[in-house]
């Protein structure tokens, strides 16, 4: 897992407002989006969005 990675996804779904427009955005599953910054949540220790169903 490259972090650098993980924090260009995070900054993408931040600009782009949700999971669904970021992952159309950078060319990744919805769910791919999600898993990579839940772990990036883990590696950092800290919650980075509050998320909505």
């Keep these: ?3 650098f990675e993980d924090m260009r996804i995070f900054c993408q779904v931040m600009e782009s407002g949700s999971f669904t427009a970021a992952s159309d955005k950078l060319g990744l599953s919805k769910q791919f989006v999600s898993r990579r ?3 990036l ?3 950092l220790g ?6 909505s169903t």
């Design 1 to 3: 897992m490259n972090p």
């Design 37 to 39: 910054l839940m772990q």
């Design 41 to 43: 949540e883990e590696r």
């Design 46 to 51: 800290v919650r980075l969005l509050n998320r």
